[in-house]
């Protein structure tokens, strides 16, 4: 199915499907705040979801679980009974609750019950135990089942897709966070950039992944309701669809994770492979490694609630996920970069987005300019890409892909590739949240194009353009060298300690040199003739680096010239002093 008649379908099942379920937050009102509608309407989707998917094989189930009901392990059955790798041996189903009004409790409780173990950890999750006799005592549950009853409710897997399904949740989502002033950014990542990130990972892979018997393994280190993991597998998929994706992904809010769980679960992947957890202190993949990494960390998180865990990892070295350095404790990004590196195999390549602080925050020495260090040396960075401002649903800020791979084709070895796309993009209809561009199908070909070919070129399209810069890795680099100055006394003569001078450090002072310059050179060229009486203490001299994107990209602009804006402020004048005449002299003839 192409994009354009996919995005058709979509529309339909999410405006039907989300007026469904806003009929039920209408019973909720009074009982629950606005923001609290999300503990109710998102575990009864995805309730409803299982339950309409298991429809079709429902009796088949039944009828074996009389025969195995004895036997110590039975799921082997049932999932073959299912044609699924989930489950429910409730005699209930919607229908039947709602013939039996007086016990709807009993009977939901019983019904959920009889999920199989990989379900009841999807439910665990959202917490919805609690939930049911709240809604039972205030005799809103049977209106809340009737409602997800209806024939315009459906949600079974052969009508709804997963894609749709991903949206649907999106949109839930987004709309009850904004009820409760929350980040809906924080859980998800709209298609278009995605889908900008997903064919960047597999632009120069495409003669291989078109290759019988593919194995692929694909990691979201903080997958959220995990869809990128399934936009990159059917992207993935496209390309083969006999090709073995699996899937491998962690999350630390219990909703969304259980969310991704439940999809993992419908689609028939192994859901043991999304672990619920805190990435940066509970690695749920130590020893892993994977062909693919794609994700989205929050930005600028504070990490003191990591911070022990991290800090001992650090310790470890190379031995650890933490050790070439540690930001600032009030912003962790740099932190995910460091864990997603660590989960690439020496084939591997990631896709993370990062705001603009990793490209340039922390002076030589310190822990961010050591993780760029330790990414650059090594050869691992291979291209950064500028996304379009208010791309994303919770911020406007300028947002950055960065593509890394651990095993470069020979032409970028030692290089990388910066790419502006920040001009690509079309305006939407109508924002949502912050977001206000939307990166079309073709604005993204030209920028995978740009990426691909690998030059230094502009690229133009209508009025858009997109512009691809490569440079040598030894160009980040800079040695940050201390100078000093002597300091004098009273007599005017330099103070001595034995045979060396005493430096004042009232005047001591740093400069940046590029890497690939001489320092001594560079201090008789811009030091000595200034301050005769300097030198360069070189015990201080430390290695750093930085990416400098918008000083690389920065086009200067001539001011207007004088004369022009004389003329153009005279007949401003004019225009005021005639608006004053035709105002003035009306008023009189009113008069």
């Not at 997800?148 to 459906?154: H, L, P, V």
């Not at 690229?459 to 100055?485: H, L």
């Not at 005493?502 to 008789?524: A, C, G, H, L, M």
């Not at 030091?527 to 680096?545: E, L, R």
Request: glycine share 6%.
């Amino acid at each position: 199915m192409s994009e354009i008649s996919l995005g058709r379908q979509t529309a339909v099942n999410i405006s039907e499907k989300s007026n469904m379920i806003w009929n039920n937050a209408n019973h909720l009102v009074g009982l629950y705040k606005p923001h609290e509608y999300g503990k109710i309407i998102l575990p009864m989707t995805v309730i409803k979801r299982f339950h309409d998917t298991l429809l079709p094989t429902r009796e088949k189930v039944l009828e074996t679980y009389e025969k195995v009901k004895s036997f110590e392990v039975k799921d082997g059955f049932l999932e073959t009974a299912s044609g699924l790798s989930f489950y429910n041996i409730s005699p209930f189903t919607f229908e039947s609750l709602l013939a039996d009004s007086s016990h709807i409790e009993e009977n939901f409780r019983a019904y959920l019950n009889g999920f199989s173990d990989n379900v009841q950890d999807v439910l665990a999750h959202f917490d919805f135990e609690k939930e049911i006799t709240k809604l039972a005592n205030n005799n809103i549950l049977f209106y809340i089942i009737q409602e997800f009853n209806k024939k315009s409710s459906y949600l079974g897997a052969d009508i709804v897709t997963a894609v749709d399904m991903g949206y649907i949740f999106e949109d839930l989502i987004k709309t009850f966070s904004e009820s409760y002033n929350e980040e809906a950014g924080a859980h998800f990542t709209s298609r278009d950039i995605i889908y900008l990130m997903t064919d960047l990972l597999i632009c120069d892979e495409k003669d291989v992944l078109v290759q019988n018997g593919v194995v692929k393994t694909v990691y979201d280190q903080t997958m959220g309701t995990s869809q990128m993991l399934g936009c990159m597998e059917e992207r993935l998929r496209e390309l083969d669809a006999d090709a073995e994706i699996r899937c491998f992904g962690q999350e630390f809010n219990p909703e969304t994770y259980a969310i991704a769980k439940a999809d993992m679960i419908i689609k028939g992947s192994n859901a043991d492979n999304m672990k619920f957890g805190d990435t940066l202190s509970d690695d749920k993949f130590p020893g892993f490694t994977f062909d693919y990494c794609i994700s989205n960390p929050p930005f600028g998180i504070d990490w003191r609630r990591e911070e022990t865990a991290v800090k001992a990892e650090h310790k470890l070295a190379n031995r650890g996920r933490f050790g070439a350095g540690l930001p600032k404790v009030n912003n962790g990004q740099m932190l995910f970069l460091l864990n997603g590196v660590s989960k690439l195999k020496d084939s591997g390549k990631m896709a993370i987005i990062q705001n603009g602080s990793p490209l340039f925050s922390g002076s030589a020495g310190s822990g961010e300019s050591e993780i760029r260090r330790y990414l650059i040396e090594n050869d691992w960075i291979d291209t950064i890409v500028q996304l379009p401002t208010d791309s994303f649903y919770n911020t406007g800020i300028a947002t950055y892909i960065w593509i890394i791979t651990k095993n470069k084709t020979s032409h970028r070895v030692g290089k990388v590739q910066l790419i502006d796309a920040s001009n690509m993009y079309e305006l939407r209809r109508k924002s949502i949240g912050n977001k206000r561009n939307d990166i079309t199908d073709a604005c993204r070909d030209i920028i995978v194009k740009a990426y691909g070919e690998f030059q230094d070129k502009t690229y133009t399209f209508g009025n858009k353009t997109c512009e691809s810069k490569i440079f040598e890795n030894v160009e980040f680099g800079y040695n940050r060298i201390t100078i000093e100055s002597p300091l004098f006394d009273e007599n005017g003569k330099p103070v001595m300690n034995g045979k060396k001078r005493v430096s004042d450090s009232s005047k001591r002072d740093t400069e940046n040199v590029p890497i690939t310059e001489d320092i001594d050179v560079y201090f008789e060229r811009e030091i000595k003739p200034y301050n005769p009486g300097a030198w360069i203490d070189k015990s201080k001299t430390t290695i750093g680096y930085e990416i400098p994107f918008t000083r690389y990209f920065y086009k200067y602009v001539a001011p207007e010239k004088s004369e022009d804006i004389a003329v153009r402020i005279s007949f401003l004048e004019k225009s005021i002093a005639n608006s004053l005449d035709r105002l003035f002299s009306n008023g009189g003839a009113d008069k």
